[in-house]
Each structure stands twice: as structure tokens, then as C-alpha cells.
């Protein structure tokens, strides 16, 4: 049997994805599984590892894409025995879910309900998983706390506003005008960073700062934030939009700079967050997490903005919209239809 599957040939521009159709189903090793993929996304880290920026990621091209997915158990493996063909899984793949089908590793699986939606669900794996880990994992902030979110109408920043606010937090985002309506009925402060100064419009609302700051942005943005910090602030930045979209930056040169920074004494910290690097350290929090996430959204306390839902063979289309910066929210990507 056949099946679809889309690929970058080399790393570089949208150009690379190529769709292609494999003769043979994958066959699951010991301990694995094969899944009919549902759903996967198209993010910012899915442009960065297309364009070969993605610190995390040593595999050399051609490979399918695709850093988070739902599906349903096709086939087991010698040994494996955790799950039952039908049931529903995720897992955060890194590479590999811009695929019909794909064989992982059984103890990397999550069990997910079967009663949401498989797009509102592949919501939670990357995008509010890496929310809340900064918000609780990294930064643990209280409740009440003022913070700002940059890039705060995007995939991340909708989610950290959504969880910010069942803690109370008075949070602040900057993004492009566009995207300041979303923001508001969020319940986050919208401050456009194309012509405000974002450092001076937080000092005039909250007087001596954030804090915690959370910037995806990296380069000289970085500086500034660190800027708005009060005292015993965290800054957590946790991407490279600068290096990979505006081509300048270096991101070794972050790594660098927020190491001094916690080297020199100013009462303030930094982190740099990485759920893949994250995952390894803890592989428990991952499923923790996320499974905690999943109650949120059976109780409808969270809900993911997808922007988008485009068959998987628009995967090319999708890098594309995330590279111009006009994505309110998620890109899903439909790889198969949910089974009647």
C-alpha cells in the first residue's frame, strides 16, 4: 500500500517542500508503533529546521517536517504493548509528521481523548505546551504578576495569554496592529512594536516593569527586554525570529548574551527555553503537561486560535504565511480525515 508523504529536499527556502507518494507503508521496529496521522502544523520552528537554523536538529535533508502530531494506532511492533490499534496518541516529533503515516517509538506517546478535536488538540503539543512550561516550568510565575509577551498574536503568544490569565496575570503583547484586536479580547494589552517603543509604553504602565518577559525575537530585541525587567525579573527568550526571518543576528551570539547576563550582577535572570532540549532533561513533564492541558481544553477553560486548516499538501502555502508574519494564532495541517 501507498502513502503520501511531503519532504524538503534541501534546506533553504519554501521552494525545497516537495510532496512525494512512498510505495510501501512504514513497518514499526521493537518497541514502536505505526500511526495514521490526523493532523500536524506549520510553525515558526518548522521554518527554522526547513531553513537548517534549528540548533536541536542534526539530521541532514532530504526529511519530512513536522514537529507535532495526532493520529490514531495503525500497527504494533514486536514488543510493544502500551496502546491498542485505534487508540488516539501524540507525540512532539521534531520531524517526520508531515506524513499519511509514520512508526515512533511506543514510550514517547501520548494517550489523547478521542471525543476533541484532533486540530484543537495538536494545538496543545507544541504551541501551549511551550506557554506553559515558560509560564510554570521556567519563569513560575505568581499569580497576579505583570508580563509581556512578544509576538503575542501568534501561535505561542495566544496560548500564553489564554493560560496567563486563568493565574490573574496582567499581561502586555506587543504585535503588529493586525493583530491587536485578537490580543485585546484575549484580555492582553496590545502595543505596537512598529511604532511604539515598547520598553518606554511598559515603563509608563506599570511604572518599574515586568516580571517576565518572554521573546521569541532574539538579536537586539533581546537588549530591550531585558530592559523592562523589575527587579528579580526573568527574561526567557525562546527563538530566533531575527536570525532565520530577518536574516541578521547570530543566534550563538544570544546564547552568549544571555549567559553574561546572569553572570553580572543586576538582580535579574535569564533562561533560554527549548521543549525538545526540555523533554530530554525531563521526559516526564512532557506527558505531564500536556496532559494537563488536555483537561483544560475538555473544560473549555482554554482555546486554541487556529487561524488555518489546510490539507497537508499545502505545506508549502503555510511556511509561507508564517514567513510573511500575518498568522493570528495556528497553522493545522489536515494529513487524513477523522474516522467515522
Given amino acids: 500500500m501507498s502513502y503520501k508523504r511531503v519532504v524538503i529536499t534541501k534546506f533553504g527556502s519554501a521552494r525545497v517542500i516537495k510532496s512525494i507518494e512512498e510505495s510501501n507503508l512504514p513497518e514499526p521496529g521493537f518497541g514502536e508503533v505505526r500511526i495514521k496521522v490526523l493532523v500536524t502544523s506549520a510553525a515558526f520552528t518548522d521554518v527554522m529546521i526547513r531553513e537548517g537554523k534549528y540548533p536541536d536538529l542534526k539530521k541532514k535533508p532530504p526529511f519530512s517536517p513536522g514537529y507535532d502530531m495526532v ?40 494517550l489523547v481523548p478521542e471525543d476533541l478535536d484532533p486540530a484543537e488538540e495538536v494545538c496543545l503539543i507544541l504551541s501551549y505546551l511551550t506557554a506553559y512550561q515558560m509560564l510554570h516550568r521556567v519563569a513560575k510565575v505568581k499569580r497576579g504578576q505583570p508580563i509581556l509577551i512578544h509576538g503575542a498574536g501568534g501561535a505561542v503568544g495566544t496560548a500564553m495569554i489564554q493560560l496567563g490569565k486563568l493565574l490573574d496575570l496582567e499581561i502586555y503583547g506587543t504585535a503588529s496592529k493586525s493583530k491587536h484586536e485578537l490580543i485585546a479580547s484575549l484580555g492582553a494589552v496590545p502595543i505596537d512594536y512598529q511604532t511604539e517603543d515598547f520598553v518606554e509604553r511598559i515603563k509608563t504602565l506599570t511604572k518599574d516593569g515586568v516580571d517576565a518577559c518572554f521573546d521569541p525575537i532574539g538579536g537586539d530585541n533581546l537588549k530591550r527586554s531585558f530592559r523592562v525587567l523589575r527587579q528579580h525579573g526573568i527574561l526567557v527568550s525562546y527563538g530566533f525570529y531575527n536570525a532565520v526571518i530577518r536574516k541578521s543576528g547570530g543566534i550563538l551570539i544570544d546564547f552568549l548574551r544571555l549567559k553574561l547576563w546572569n553572570i553580572l550582577p543586576n538582580d535579574r535572570s535569564t ?68 474516522p467515522v
Fill in 71 to 110: 493520529g490514531i494506532v495503525d500497527k504494533l511492533g514486536e514488543g510493544a504493548n502500551r496502546f491498542k490499534v485505534g487508540q488516539r496518541v501524540a507525540d512532539l516529533t521534531v520531524i517526520g509528521s508531515y506524513s499519511e503515516y509514520i512508526c515512533l517509538p511506543e514510550n514517547r506517546l501520548t
Fill in 271 to 338: 533562561a533560554f527555553y527549548s521543549i525538545a532540549a526540555l523533554r530530554q532533561k525531563h521526559p516526564t513533564w512532557f506527558s505531564e503537561d500536556l496532559s494537563e492541558l488536555l483537561n483544560l481544553l475538555a473544560q473549555r477553560k482554554i482555546e486554541p486560535i487556529i487561524f488555518k486548516r489546510m490539507p497537508l499538501s499545502e505545506a508549502k502555502q503555510a511556511h509561507e504565511l508564517i514567513e510573511k508574519g500575518k498568522v493570528q494564532g495556528k497553522i493545522v495541517l489536515n494529513v487524513a480525515p477523522m
